[in-house]
């Protein structure tokens, strides 16, 4: 199967998207099943993971509804408050949920970059690790130390980086970025997804500007541990689904096929048990 492991739906008037605003452009208006599929169609991907945009349990009711719906949506990266006291009992319910297959708190919009290391969540965490519930880290760069104190408390939890963790993308890789990547690569139920990086970087960017990035992550975690996905309708703001899968593919050209079959969708069957 090749798998696209991060796109999102939305419909603004549902009124939950603190973030998308007139202001969002282009992303300011529904994105619906019908427009995303025949993408899926043309270009070979089998399945996709549907990923939350509002830190809502309503959100996530609305994206399962839609995974219902169509066979090709693969599961749901939903949201639930990991700090309320009923997170536990909440997780567990959400864990019979045939298409929940992980949650995501939108860490990069808070003020506290280690938030997520707080008493409050813990519970939340060791029943997310323990009904098998995949742990999405949205962060930014400065935020990754936080992700790899808490790989390590949460052992058992599957941590899956969202897009590199958003290094600032220029000529080179910063320092910060490569020792906070390397770090993290130690911490073995991390993985990291191959996503959202054209709307981090220069306009025009193209593999050459992406390859130290992509070469660091590659050398630091293999193969095994690179999930690919679109980050659409995100990656609309900086190019179509074909572009980044052109950028993709020159990216994984230098690897064999194994690896590359991983990447484009084996590796997240295999962490998102789908």
């Known amino acids: 199967m090749r798998i696209d492991s991060h796109f ?30 025949p993408l899926l169609a043309t270009h070979g991907i089998d399945a996709a993971i549907l990923v939350q945009a509002a830190p809502s349990a309503a959100e996530t009711e609305f994206l399962l509804a ?6 090709w949506i693969a599961g749901v990266v939903g949201w639930t408050d990991l700090a309320a006291g009923d997170a536990p009992a909440r997780i567990a319910t959400l864990a019979g949920r045939p298409k929940l297959l992980g949650l995501r708190p939108m860490l990069q919009d808070l003020d506290d970059p280690a938030w997520i290391l707080g008493d409050a969540v813990r519970p939340a965490l060791r029943a997310m690790a323990r009904h098998g519930i995949v742990f999405d880290a949205l962060v930014r760069a400065a935020q990754l130390p936080a992700i790899r104190v808490l790989a390590t408390r949460h052992p058992d939890l599957s941590i899956v980086l969202d897009h590199f963790g958003k290094p ?8 910060e970025w490569l020792d906070a990547i390397s770090a993290l690569s130690d911490a073995p139920n991390v993985t990291v997804k191959l996503s959202g990086l054209l709307a981090e970087a220069p ?36 190019g179509t689904y074909a572009d980044w899968l052109a950028i993709s593919h020159a990216l994984l050209a230098p690897l064999g096929s194994a690896a590359r079959a991983a990447i484009l969708g084996a590796n997240a069957a295999r962490i998102y048990r789908i």
Do not use: K, N
């Not at 739906?9 to 300011?28: E, K, M, N, S, V």
């Not at 990035?213 to 996905?229: K, N, Q, S």
């Open 203 to 238: 306009a025009g960017a193209d593999a050459t500007v992406l390859a130290p990035y992509f070469d660091h992550v590659v050398h630091r975690f293999g193969a095994g541990r690179i999930l690919w996905g679109s980050d659409w309708p995100v990656l609309t703001t900086a």
């Open 168 to 175: 600032p993308i220029g000529d080179a890789p910063g320092s």
């Open 8 to 37: 999102h739906l939305w419909r603004p008037a549902r009124g939950d998207y603190g973030w998308l605003t007139p202001a969002a452009g282009i992303l300011y208006r529904d994105y619906e099943p019908q427009e995303f599929a």
């Open 66 to 71: 839609h995974a219902g719906r169509h066979s």
